[in-house]
C-alpha cells in the first residue's frame, strides 16, 4: 500500500471533525464564523506527514487492517486514522503559536493566522491595537487546535486499552515539543547557538515531535513489542534530525513560490539553526561580523538576503548541513533496513525518509 492513500482518509477524518464541531462554536456566536474559516484554510493545507508516520508505526508494530476489520487496499480503519489525523490538530497548534513567537507573515502561502485577524481588525475600523488583537486571537485558536486534538485522539474509535497506551507517549510528545519552543526562543534570544545546543532544540522540537513519537504512537496503540519501538527510535531521531535540517536549509534558500514563506524569512526572524551554526563557526571575523550584524533584521531585503546566503554558501555552513543530512538520513536507512517490520511498513518508510529530506516545502 503506497502513503497516499493515508493522506486522502486524513484529509477526510479532518474535515468530519472539524465539521461537527462547527455547530458547537457556531450557536455560541456566528461571530466565530471567521475563526472556524481561518482554520478550515490552515488545515487544508500540509504534508500529512505525522499522521503517516503514525499509521506505519502502526503497521511497523505488527498491526494489521483485518485485526479491527478493515480491508487491506481499500479503506483504512477509522480508529487508527482518526487517532492519526489528531496530530495534524496539534501540528495547526504549534504552528499558530510558533508564527506569533516568530512574527512571521506568512504559513503555507497564506496569512499567518496572528496577520490575517490583525487585517481583519483594521478592515472594520474597531478601536485599539490590531496587533494585540492579532496575536490574541491567534493565541486562542492554536490553544482550541490543542483542545480538539486531545478530543479527537480520544473520540477515534480504539477501544480504551489501545487508547491507555497511546495516551503516554501523546502527553510526551505535547510536552516535548512545548520544551523545544523554549529552548528555540531561548537560543534566540541569547544569540550565542552553537552546533550542539541548535541540535538539541532540533532534536526535542522536530525530531522527536515529527517523526520519532508519532512513530511510537502508532506502535503503542498496535501494541507493538519493544524491539520495534526500539527500531523506530533508531529509525526516527536521525531522519527526524535530517528533517528539520532540510527545514532549515530551505528557510534560507528555498523557492517562496514553494515553500509559502517569503524568501530569507528564518533570517529575517533570526533563527540560530544549525546551519547559521555551522556558517558561524566557520566563518572568517568579517563574515561572522556581517552576519551576526544582519541576522534577525525584520527590514532585510532581497539583496540583504543574498548577501547572507553567500556568506552561508562561502564559509562552508552549506555544504556542511547537506553533509550532515545525508549522514543522519543514512543512519536512519541502515536501522530501517535491519528492522523487525514488515516488508510493506519498511517500504513505506523508506518512501517517507525520502519525502521528508528531499522536499522542496
Known amino acids: 500500500m503506497s502513503t497516499s492513500p493515508i493522506r486522502k482518509e486524513v484529509d ?3 474535515l468530519a471533525f472539524v465539521d461537527r464541531q462547527r455547530p458547537n462554536l457556531l450557536a455560541i456566536s456566528d461571530e466565530l464564523a471567521p475563526l472556524m474559516a481561518a482554520l478550515d484554510a490552515l488545515l487544508a493545507e500540509g504534508k500529512r506527514l505525522r499522521p503517516a508516520f503514525c499509521y506505519w508505526g502502526w503497521r511497523a508494530a505488527g498491526a494489521v487492517e483485518e485485526d479491527l ?3 487491506p487496499g481499500e479503506r483504512l480503519h477509522e480508529g487508527i486514522v482518526n487517532a492519526a489525523a489528531s496530530l495534524e490538530l496539534l501540528q495547526a497548534s504549534a504552528l499558530i503559536h510558533d508564527d506569533v513567537m516568530d512574527s512571521s507573515d506568512t504559513r503555507r502561502g497564506q496569512p499567518s493566522m496572528h496577520r490575517r485577524f490583525e487585517a481583519l481588525h483594521r478592515a472594520q475600523g474597531w478601536p485599539g491595537p490590531a496587533r494585540a488583537f492579532g496575536e490574541g486571537t491567534a493565541i486562542l485558536l492554536g490553544d482550541l487546535c490543542l483542545a480538539w486534538s486531545g478530543e479527537m485522539f480520544e473520540t477515534c474509535g480504539l477501544d480504551e486499552e489501545r487508547r491507555g497506551r497511546g495516551r503516554a ?25 552553537t552546533v550542539d545546543t541548535a541540535l538539541r532544540v532540533v532534536e526535542f522540537k522536530s525530531a522527536k515531535y515529527t517523526i520519532e513519537r508519532p512513530l511510537h504512537l502508532g506502535a503503542a496503540l498496535a501494541g507493538g513489542p519493544p524491539e520495534a519501538t526500539a527500531a ?19 528557510g534560507v534558500f528555498g523557492d517562496p513560490a514553494e515553500t509559502g514563506k517569503p524568501a ?10 544549525v546551519l547559521v551554526a555551522l556558517s558561524l563557526e566557520r566563518a572568517t571575523p568579517a563574515q561572522a561580523a556581517a552576519l551576526q550584524r544582519r541576522l534577525g533584521d525584520p527590514g532585510l531585503d532581497l539583496p540583504g538576503v543574498d548577501e547572507l546566503r553567500q556568506i552561508i554558501t562561502d564559509t562552508g555552513g552549506l555544504a556542511a548541513c547537506e553533509a550532515m543530512i545525508a549522514r543522519y538520513t543514512g543512519d536512519a536507512e541502515r536501522v530501517l533496513a535491519a528492522a523487525p517490520f514488515p516488508e510493506e511498513a519498511r517500504d513505506a518508510l523508506n518512501a517517507l525518509a525520502v519525502a521528508a529530506t528531499t522536499r522542496r516545502t
Not at 510528545?173 to 547557538?193: F, H, I, K, S
Not at 530569507?264 to 539553526?273: N, P, S, V
Open 12 to 14: 477526510g477524518a479532518l
Open 69 to 71: 476489520g478493515g480491508t
Open 169 to 193: 507517549v501523546y502527553d510526551l510528545m505535547r510536552t516535548e515539543v512545548m520544551c523545544g519552543q523554549y529552548l528555540d526562543m531561548l537560543e534566540g534570544t541569547r544569540g550565542e547557538a
Open 232 to 250: 523506530l527510535t533508531g529509525y526516527g531521531v536521525p531522519l527526524g534530525i535530517a528533517f528539520q535540517l532540510r527545514d532549515d536549509v530551505l
Open 264 to 273: 530569507g524569512d528564518d533570517l529575517r526572524e533570526g533563527k540560530r539553526t
